[in-house]
């Protein structure tokens, strides 16, 4: 039905077929460095809740002036025309987050995918987003899937009927959802800010039909709900432009592991065939005798368990929070005692952000209930100080310092070297 549309394609580029790799995008005119390739609105795309109040819902500006939708209170805007732009998606979930309340509690994935059905229900052209590939024509490798993958599909198939389908009249049936589903996950994009903070999930059809390299020739960031593709390498006309799919940290072992696992593919790039940082990457210890490659592999084994630990607890965190935040107060001992050891977590891992939010909402209850002096209490301003000077709140931090010293300056005594430090720590932001 599209063919006998008007395509406008993209400038300086065009659609082919790459060789093993299926469609791809290729340059027809030079791009020099940091030069726009092109832009891509979001077909669908939705804000992640834990950035709920901080951007809007619609146009993804970061305020602190919002104001909040009357309804749910949950969904926050920059003004009426934001509201009003938002409400054809917004009103998938509105009335249902208040209705369920506490569980309300679709994933991102079945959330994005509610808006996707939705906005193909009113669409019948193509989209901007679509100059190039359509979002009908995404890959699904429905038959790559392993159980695993398959049972989250269809447990998020079955929390879409179970969240959304009061508010979409006629879901698709149950091979078209499956489809759907893995269709986005292959092909979905994750938004992100300057800090690499997540803002939510989008499908940007044009920017997916770039394939994979681990030397890309462009980088996408976002503007808004708008996907920008920039030239980081010079790339001339009949050169295929790749994006990458993966965080490019890791040696090549560990991006095919990845590659293959999320997007069933195995990469036959340079930094894949030549593994030139490699060993940069894998830099062992020179100490002693150099460990054989038993040891090494062992280490990675554990290396890799030790961090998926960690990213549990960190997990486990939140969710044991959520859940004693059901009957407890913030203020509950129980409830600042986990928050101490996830401010413990977040210390180790060199989350200074998340210790410090935990830092504030422990030490004015830790002040109510311990004892007016308090080594408990005095630690916890002298930590949450020196993480407002970490990360340059002078005001904050100056004010915290100042707590402890009042505390260390009778427990610990007017003359410890402990007290003087603290002093010259207020002392240098003056
Ligand atoms: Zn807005
Ligand atoms: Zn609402
Ligand atoms: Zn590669």
Same mark, same amino acid.
């Given at each position: 039905?599209?063919?006998?549309?008007?395509?406008?394609?993209?400038?300086?580029?065009?659609?082919?077929?790459?060789?093993?790799?299926?469609?791809?995008?290729?340059?027809?005119?030079?791009?020099? *460095?940091?030069?726009?390739?092109?832009?891509?609105?979001?077909?669908?795309?939705?804000?992640?809740?834990?950035?709920?109040?901080?951007?809007?819902?619609?146009?993804?500006?970061?305020?602190?002036?919002?104001?909040?939708?009357?309804?749910?209170?949950?969904?926050?805007?920059?003004?009426?025309?934001?509201?009003?732009?938002? $409400?054809?998606?917004?009103?998938?979930?509105?009335?249902a987050? #208040?209705?369920?309340?506490?569980?309300? #509690?679709?994933?991102?994935?079945?959330?994005?995918?509610?808006?996707?059905?939705?906005?193909?229900?009113?669409?019948?052209?193509?989209?901007?987003?679509?100059?190039?590939?359509?979002?009908?024509?995404?890959?699904?490798?429905?038959?790559?899937?392993?159980?695993?993958?398959?049972?989250?599909n269809?447990?998020?198939?079955?929390?879409?009927?179970?969240?959304?389908?009061?508010?979409?009249?006629?879901?698709?049936?149950?091979?078209?959802?499956?489809?759907?589903?893995?269709?986005?996950?292959?092909?979905?994009?994750?938004?992100?800010?300057?800090?690499?903070?997540?803002?939510?999930?989008?499908?940007?059809?044009?920017?997916?039909?770039?394939?994979?390299?681990?030397?890309?020739?462009?980088?996408?960031?976002?503007?808004?709900?708008?996907?920008? *593709?920039?030239?980081?390498?010079?790339?001339?006309?009949?050169?295929?432009?790749?994006?990458?799919?993966?965080?490019?940290?890791?040696?090549t072992?560990?991006?095919?592991?990845?590659?293959?696992?999320?997007y069933?593919?195995?990469?036959?790039?340079?930094?894949?065939?030549?593994?030139?940082?490699?060993?940069?990457k894998?830099e062992?210890?020179?100490?002693?005798?150099?460990?054989?490659?038993?040891?090494?592999?062992?280490?990675?084994?554990?290396?890799?368990?030790?961090?998926?630990?960690?990213?549990?607890?960190?997990?486990?965190?939140?969710?044991?929070?959520?859940?004693?935040?059901?009957?407890?107060?913030?203020?509950?001992?129980?409830?600042?005692?986990?928050?101490?050891?996830?401010?413990?977590? #977040?210390?180790?891992?060199?989350? $200074?952000?998340?210790?410090?939010?935990?830092?504030?909402?422990i030490?004015?209850?830790?002040?109510?209930?311990?004892?007016?002096?308090?080594?408990?209490?005095?630690?916890?301003?002298?930590?949450l100080?020196?993480?407002?000077?970490?990360?340059?709140?002078?005001?904050?931090?100056?004010?915290?310092?100042k707590?402890?010293?009042?505390?260390?300056?009778?427990?610990?005594?007017?003359?410890?070297?402990?007290?003087?430090?603290?002093?010259?720590?207020?002392?240098?932001?003056?």
């Open positions: 039905m599209f063919d006998s549309m008007k395509n406008e394609g993209i400038d300086g580029t065009e659609r082919f077929d790459s060789p093993d790799k299926g469609r791809g995008l290729r340059a027809v005119r030079q791009f020099a *460095v940091g030069e726009l390739v092109f832009a891509c609105p979001a077909y669908s795309f939705v804000l992640t809740v834990n950035e709920r109040g901080a951007h809007c819902e619609h146009c993804f500006t970061r305020r602190e002036d919002l104001f909040k939708c009357g309804k749910c209170k949950q969904a926050y805007y920059c003004n009426v025309d934001c509201q009003r732009g938002d $409400w054809p998606m917004h009103k998938l979930e509105c009335v987050m #208040c209705a369920y309340g506490e569980n309300w #509690c679709p994933s991102e994935t079945v959330r994005l995918v509610a808006r996707i059905i939705m906005k193909q229900k009113v669409t019948t052209e193509r989209t901007p987003s679509e100059r190039l590939l359509l979002l009908r024509e995404f890959e699904s490798h429905l038959d790559k899937m392993d159980s695993e993958k398959e049972e989250m269809q447990a998020d198939i079955a929390a879409l009927h179970h969240f959304y389908s009061r508010h979409i009249s006629g879901l698709p049936n149950e091979q078209a959802l499956t489809e759907l589903f893995a269709q986005v996950n292959c092909n979905g994009f994750t938004i992100e800010d300057e800090e690499l903070s997540h803002l939510g999930s989008a499908v940007f059809p044009d920017v997916a039909l770039m394939n994979h390299s681990c030397s890309p020739n462009v980088i996408v960031t976002y503007k808004g709900t708008v996907a920008e *593709v920039r030239a980081v390498n010079e790339i001339n006309p009949g050169e295929e432009i790749f994006n990458s799919y993966i965080d490019l940290l890791y040696p072992e560990d991006r095919k592991e990845r590659l293959l696992d999320s069933f593919f195995t990469c036959q790039c340079t930094e894949c065939t030549t593994k030139s940082k490699d060993k940069a894998m062992i210890r020179k100490i002693g005798s150099p460990p054989d490659e038993e040891e090494i592999s062992s280490m990675v084994r554990y290396a890799k368990n030790v961090i998926e630990e960690f990213r549990r607890l960190l997990e486990m965190c939140e969710l044991s929070q959520e859940k004693m935040g059901a009957i407890f107060a913030d203020t509950n001992v129980y409830m600042l005692h986990m928050m101490y050891q996830a401010m413990g977590v #977040c210390l180790y891992m060199q989350d $200074w952000d998340g210790a410090m939010s935990y830092g504030e909402k030490v004015h209850p830790y002040s109510v209930h311990y004892p007016a002096y308090s080594l408990n209490v005095a630690s916890m301003y002298l930590k100080g020196r993480l407002y000077l970490g990360l340059e709140k002078k005001t904050q931090g100056v004010k915290a310092l707590k402890a010293l009042a505390i260390m300056e009778v427990a610990h005594g007017k003359d410890h070297h402990y007290v003087a430090e603290v002093k010259r720590e207020i002392e240098e932001e003056k």
